[in-house]
Nanobody
Framework: QVQLVESGGGEVQAGGSLRLSCAAS????????VAWFRQAPGKEREFVAG???????FYADSVKGRFTISRDNAENAVFLQMNSLKPEDTAVYSC?????????????????WGQGTQVTVSS
């Protein structure tokens, strides 16, 4: 079992930056594919970015060029650096992990989830 805990959310003005962390316990995260999803009020959960155990990455078009996903195996964590934030980025951001397979944009592909962290971008 992998336990995931997100941190780093908060409120920021448009154009600002935040760095989200997804810390793992219970298992080493290095062999897992990890993704960030977000869900805004009244909207479906959507894929944001993913990183495989080989460090290949994939981004949603809406965040490409602004967000960067990375992993630090020594810290057993995955990070999401978010720059040039927009009000439409406001959502609860959750990290998720899967033990086999590459990056998937579908939330059902992931077995382990954190509780989420709120990101609010004001205009």
């Amino acid at each position: 079992q992998v336990q995931l805990v997100e941190s780093g959310g908060g409120e920021v003005q448009a154009g600002g930056s935040l760095r989200l962390s997804c810390a793992a316990s219970g298992r080493t995260l290095s062999s897992y594919t990890v993704a960030w999803f977000r869900q805004a009020p009244g909207k479906e959960r959507e894929f944001v970015a993913g990183i495989s155990w080989t460090r290949s990455t994939f981004y949603a078009d809406s965040v490409k060029g602004r967000f960067t996903i990375s992993r630090d195996n020594a810290e057993n964590a995955v990070f999401l650096q978010m720059n040039s934030l927009k009000p439409e980025d406001t959502a609860v951001y959750s990290c998720a992990a899967r033990g086999s397979g590459g990056i998937s944009t579908g939330s059902l592909s992931y077995s382990y989830w954190g509780q989420g962290t709120q990101v609010t971008v004001s205009s």
